[in-house]
């Protein structure tokens, strides 16, 4: 397998744009294009190509143990690359593609080895984004995408969050405004008979619910081994440079390591000792979680950019999309014995 050091890094001029054709012609030369999806942007290149695969590891600075995501055009292209083991992804499928939920299926030998990280399942969606599923629709291969950060850092939901990590590595960026969900794509997988959810994401636990009329079993990070099975749910993902606390109660004085420090805030609604920060990032003031994850990655990703020691994240509520807003918060948050 190649290492950093062995790929020889190209340096690009990076350009944004909405250009879908340019985007489909670069992708079928084997470069990678930044790409939008309802999630977050992804740095897509052709699943199929083991070197197109070693790319994006590389330009992301990603582990090779770590897999990726593929995208498809539709829901009819997921035979060619796995096989729908459960009737339960398939009702999950037509309910929810295109959008933001990737299924774990077995994956067939279509799929090149690097994508899964050697694992027997493959993630798979259907993005919904517009231009994306305009894109995949001029390709006859499917799109690996990871999120467009560099590996452990905030995810982009703007082209200009891409351009500011991506410039020079990458040559084009498709623009498709600000990400509509702006949390990746809830992972859910089948054990023995037993759904399970890997990563919280853009469709919510209860929504799952309803539609199957079963309850996942929910990975909490850290906390259970087989979390290992989505590997990107490791701790420290995520994480601004900035340290990030991740506090319950609003109400609570700081604790004393914080006192001196210029600090900044992310809340749900406004503070009412928001006097104690010096910059507030509220995420929806109607208190609308929907809302509040469109804009979280900004507010962590401009905090992280002005001149304050630490941000301080505050838990919004356990419910609908707050599950994944609060796991963000708690994996991007600094660990404290
Ligand atoms: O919303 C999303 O899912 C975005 C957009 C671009 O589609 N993509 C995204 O990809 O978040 P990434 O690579 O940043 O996160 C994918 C996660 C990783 O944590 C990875 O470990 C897990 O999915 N994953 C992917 N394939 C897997 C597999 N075969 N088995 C277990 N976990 C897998
Ligand atoms: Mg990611």
Same mark, same amino acid.
């Given at each position: 397998?190649?290492?950093?050091?062995?790929?020889? $890094?190209?340096?690009?001029? *990076?350009? %944004?744009?909405?250009?879908?054709?340019?985007?489909?012609?670069?992708?079928?030369?084997?470069?990678?294009?930044?790409?939008?999806? !309802?999630?977050?942007?992804?740095?897509?290149?052709?699943?199929?190509?083991?070197?197109?695969?070693?790319?994006?590891?590389?330009?992301?600075? $990603?582990?090779?143990?770590?897999?990726?995501?593929?995208?498809?055009?539709?829901?009819?292209?997921?035979?060619?690359?796995?096989?729908?083991?459960?009737? !339960?992804?398939?009702?999950?499928?037509?309910?929810?593609?295109?959008?933001?939920?990737?299924?774990?299926?077995?994956?067939?030998?279509?799929?090149?080895?690097?994508? *899964?990280?050697?694992?027997?399942?493959?993630?798979?969606?259907?993005?919904?984004?517009?231009?994306?599923? /305009?894109?995949?629709? &001029?390709?006859?291969?499917?799109? @690996? @995408?990871?999120?467009?950060?560099?590996?452990?850092?905030?995810?982009?939901?703007?082209? !200009?969050?891409?351009?500011?990590?991506?410039?020079?590595?990458?040559?084009?960026?498709?623009?498709?405004?600000?990400?509509?969900?702006?949390?990746?794509?809830?992972?859910?997988?089948?054990?023995?008979? /037993?759904?399970?959810?890997?990563?919280?994401?853009?469709?919510? %636990?209860?929504?799952?619910?309803?539609?199957?009329?079963?309850?996942?079993?929910?990975?909490?990070?850290?906390?259970?081994?087989?979390?290992?099975?989505?590997?990107?749910?490791?701790?420290?993902?995520?994480?601004? @440079?900035?340290?990030?606390?991740?506090? !319950?109660?609003?109400?609570?004085?700081?604790?004393?390591?914080?006192?001196?420090?210029?600090?900044?805030?992310?809340?749900? &609604?406004?503070?009412?000792?928001?006097?104690?920060?010096?910059?507030?990032?509220?995420?929806? /003031?109607?208190?609308?979680?929907?809302?509040?994850?469109?804009?979280?990655?900004?507010?962590?990703?401009?905090?992280?950019?002005?001149?304050?020691?630490?941000?301080?994240?505050?838990?919004?509520?356990?419910?609908?999309?707050?599950?994944?807003?609060?796991? $963000?918060?708690? $994996?991007?948050?600094?660990?404290?014995?």
């Amino acid at each position: 397998m190649a290492s950093a050091n062995q790929v020889n $890094r190209k340096e690009y001029i *990076t350009e %944004i744009g909405n250009d879908v054709q340019k985007a489909a012609s670069l992708l079928e030369e084997g470069e990678l294009v930044s790409i939008p999806t !309802e999630t977050v942007y992804g740095l897509a290149g052709n699943a199929l190509d083991p070197r197109v695969v070693v790319k994006i590891f590389e330009v992301k600075n $990603r582990p090779y143990f770590d897999p990726l995501i593929v995208h498809l055009p539709h829901l009819d292209a997921v035979e060619s690359y796995a096989h729908w083991s459960h009737p !339960e992804f398939k009702v999950l499928a037509k309910h929810f593609w295109p959008g933001p939920l990737t299924l774990l299926l077995p994956r067939k030998n279509t799929i090149p080895d690097l994508i *899964t990280s050697g694992l027997p399942r493959v993630g798979l969606r259907v993005p919904s984004h517009p231009l994306t599923l /305009e894109l995949l629709s &001029k390709l006859n291969f499917p799109l @690996a @995408a990871p999120s467009a950060n560099p590996f452990g850092y905030v995810s982009p939901t703007k082209a !200009e969050h891409v351009m500011e990590q991506m410039a020079g590595k990458i040559s084009y960026i498709l623009d498709g405004g600000s990400c509509a969900v702006g949390v990746e794509s809830t992972i859910i997988g089948m054990e023995e008979d /037993e759904l399970v959810v890997y990563r919280k994401g853009g469709v919510t %636990i209860e929504h799952i619910i309803e539609v199957t009329g079963r309850y996942p079993r929910v990975l909490s990070q850290g906390s259970d081994p087989k979390a290992l099975a989505a590997p990107g749910m490791t701790d420290s993902h995520y994480a601004p @440079a900035k340290p990030l606390y991740f506090f !319950e109660d609003p109400s609570k004085p700081l604790p004393h390591f914080l006192q001196d420090l210029s600090v900044g805030s992310i809340s749900l &609604k406004s503070l009412t000792n928001s006097s104690r920060f010096v910059n507030g990032k509220v995420l929806s /003031e109607k208190g609308d979680l929907q809302e509040a994850a469109v804009n979280l990655f900004s507010a962590i990703r401009s905090l992280d950019a002005t001149r304050i020691d630490a941000i301080v994240a505050y838990r919004v509520p356990d419910t609908g999309l707050g599950w994944a807003i609060n796991d $963000r918060l708690h $994996r991007a948050a600094v660990k404290r014995a």
